[in-house]
T-cell receptor
């Protein structure tokens, strides 16, 4: 059973601080990794995708991937109240008929004003 | 606005009703998906279509019946649902099923309540 694990939170972070969200996955064949943000009552929206080991930065967001340790993280610098949402980690392996994108349950992030 | 639209946005139905959910993508993508999102659970993949051919069915009950008449439209036909089927049903599309084109873009969802 392929799994994606996230701490459900809530994770409370003061405004202006760095929020760190972590995700681990079980399938070593995973190749594609995504972070989605979902506001309450809304559908998920893609924030970051990462495919190679290391860091990928986009504005205040940095995704970090370590395939050897099977974890992917999302850092949010200078956290804002508008960052308060549930963050979904998604992982996909491809190359065979069984590949599909698998989502974690999400981590609720609360930025404290 | 992600280029993926869903109708209706809200739906209340009885257990004996028949209804359909509609999804349309304006992105020129080749793959479309139906997901179910229930409280406290991860997104559950229900169906995957690639170029109008169903390639994934995650053991979804037969009371859910998908239809993909072309690469831009996806339907989910609902029949004799149960109260536990109440959830947010999300449609998504991606350029391709595999490789770098698999980033999925979600529609706004249909909030379904089964009485």
């Amino acid at each position: 059973q392929k799994e994606v694990e996230q701490n459900s939170g809530p994770l409370s972070v003061p405004e202006g601080a760095i929020a760190s969200l972590n995700c681990t996955y079980s399938d070593r064949g995973s190749q594609s990794f995504f972070w989605y943000r979902q506001y309450s009552g809304k559908s998920p929206e893609l924030i970051m995708s990462i495919y190679s080991n290391g860091d990928k930065e986009d504005g205040r967001f940095t995704a970090q991937l370590n395939k050897a340790s099977q974890y992917v993280s999302l850092l949010i610098r200078d956290s804002q109240p508008s960052d308060s949402a549930t963050y979904l980690c998604a992982v996909m392996a491809f190359g065979n008929r069984d590949d599909k994108i698998i989502f974690g349950k999400g981590t609720r992030l609360h930025i404290l004003p | 606005e992600t280029g993926v639209t869903q109708t209706p946005r809200h739906l209340v139905m009885g257990m004996t009703n028949k209804k359909s959910l509609k999804c349309e993508q304006h992105l020129g993508h080749n793959a479309m998906y139906w997901y179910k999102q229930s409280a406290k659970k991860p997104l559950e993949l229900m169906f995957v279509y690639s170029l109008e051919e169903r390639v994934e069915n995650n053991s979804v009950p037969s009371r859910f019946s998908p239809e993909c008449p072309n690469s831009s439209h996806l339907f989910l036909h609902l029949h004799t649902l149960q109260p536990e089927d109440s959830a947010l049903y999300l449609c998504a599309s991606s350029q391709d099923l595999r490789g770098r084109g698999e980033t999925q873009y979600f529609g706004p969802g249909t909030r379904l309540l089964v009485l």
